[in-house]
């Protein structure tokens, strides 16, 4: 029915519409809103770099 990709693409959509929703929803100060909205994507990117840096790591060893 799906392939794997297809799938994928549309649970992070589902996440990704929720996740809008959430923060549309806060009541708290604008910038403080900026904030949050933005630390997920932080947090993420860090991890993927991570995981590469410690994936070419071990190749070259």
Do not use: D
């Not at 910038?31 to 070419?56: C, D, E, G, M, N």
Request: proline residues 3%; charged residues 15%; glycine residues 4%.
């Amino acid at each position: 029915m799906f392939k794997r990709k297809n799938l994928t693409l549309v649970m992070l959509t589902c996440l990704g519409m929720g996740y809008f929703l959430a923060m549309s929803s806060l009541s708290i100060n604008p910038f403080l809103k900026s904030q949050a909205a933005l630390i997920p994507f932080q947090i993420s990117v860090v991890i993927y770099f991570t995981y590469l840096r410690w994936h070419r790591h071990k190749e070259f060893s």
